[in-house]
């Protein structure tokens, strides 16, 4: 397995293993990974099927380290393209992981899970756990939740919204990852 170079930053991708590789959501995002890793980045998902198999193949096309925190109780999935494999526990380990091992987080097309990887992230950085670092919404699903988040939520922390940032392009994303590590 190829080795992470440590001068490297790293993002941590989540979102859902229900688009197949037929989708355009897919293949968007392994085009968006690729460029991303052609930018300088290493990439680390949760390890399984969907939208963390299309970014994990971007990271990989594009030359970088790709770091997958797979589920002991699932197998690990076939002709993926980790550089390195991480059996977690369960979900609260492989949660942990992805959100402390990151330099930021791309949050994708998802569902539930995906949802309560982006509370947890959002959480800590707005309660001040963690270090302000980039933690973008890739897509158009994610514009009306947040909005409706944004009317209905009883805050403990000033300001929790501006750590987010939702992102409609690549040029976005890449923007947004630009010197947010230097």
């Not at 919404?137 to 000033?158: C, F, H, K, N, T």
């Amino acid at each position: 397995m190829k080795t992470e170079s440590t001068a490297r930053p790293r993002l941590a991708a989540f979102g859902s293993s229900r688009i197949g590789e037929g989708d355009p959501v897919y293949r968007d995002v392994a085009a968006l990974s690729k460029s991303i890793a052609q930018s300088g980045w290493n990439g680390m998902t949760g390890g399984h099927q969907g939208m963390m198999a299309a970014f994990s193949e971007g990271i990989h096309a594009g030359g970088g380290h790709i770091r997958g925190i797979t589920l002991e109780r699932f197998p690990t999935p076939p002709n993926n393209t980790f550089s390195e494999e991480v059996r977690a526990a369960d979900f609260f380990d492989r949660m942990g992981r992805m959100i402390e091992q990151s330099d930021a987080w791309l949050v994708l097309p998802g569902g539930l899970g995906t949802l309560a990887e982006l509370a947890m992230t959002w959480d800590l950085i707005a309660i001040r756990v963690l270090e302000p670092r980039p933690l973008l919404l890739y897509g158009g699903m994610w514009e009306p939740v947040v909005e409706i988040l944004r009317e209905q939520l009883i805050l403990s922390a000033d300001r929790a919204f501006d750590s987010i940032r939702i992102c409609h392009s690549h040029a976005e994303v890449l923007q947004a990852l630009s010197g947010s590590h230097e």
